[in-house]
């Protein structure tokens, strides 16, 4: 099920005593929190007055958080942006929008759901939970994840022997 936030990333400290604060970014990459015009940290819309990413976070002053004080508060908070602000090309999806997903082979048989993705250097890779309760690990590239239907909610799979 879609949801219509999407968590973006977290504060990890403050920057600075004007009230800046660096987040590290979930997104595809730390520039892209800045095309965001607004985001939501306890629930709260604050307007992104400045964002410049450095290496994976941004450093970013937010609208109402003025000093060094206010911005300690939110550090540890998670980052959420608006799902209808997203500027995703057709066909696009954000990968939480895959959990809870069947997953299953090309011939259409049952694998199980999708219950996590774990982000890894070299690809991502998906979590899923068969009907027997083992988990399976599938590399997400394109290899053995054939189509990601986030609307659907369907990831069709081709496993290797033994999986």
Excluded: C
Excluded at 9 to 22: A, Q, S
């Amino acid at each position: 099920m879609k949801q219509p936030y999407i968590e973006a990333g977290r504060i990890t400290n403050t920057h600075g005593v004007r009230g800046e604060v660096k987040i590290e970014v979930w997104l595809d990459s730390p520039a892209a929190l800045a095309e965001y015009p607004r985001v939501f940290v306890d629930g709260a819309e604050m307007r992104l007055l400045s964002a410049r990413p450095q290496n994976r976070f941004v450093i970013a002053a937010l609208e109402g958080i003025a000093d060094v004080n206010e911005a300690m508060k939110l550090k540890g908070k998670s980052v959420f942006i608006a799902r209808e602000d997203a500027m995703l090309p057709p066909g696009g999806y954000f990968l939480q929008d895959l959990l809870e997903a069947r997953v299953v082979l090309e011939d259409g048989s049952e694998v199980g759901t999708l219950t996590e993705i774990l982000e890894r250097p070299a690809s991502d890779v998906y979590v899923v939970k068969a009907p027997d309760g083992r988990e399976i690990l599938i590399p997400a590239v394109p290899a053995f994840i054939l189509r990601a239907d986030a609307d659907a909610g369907v990831v069709t799979v081709r496993l290797l022997e033994g999986m």
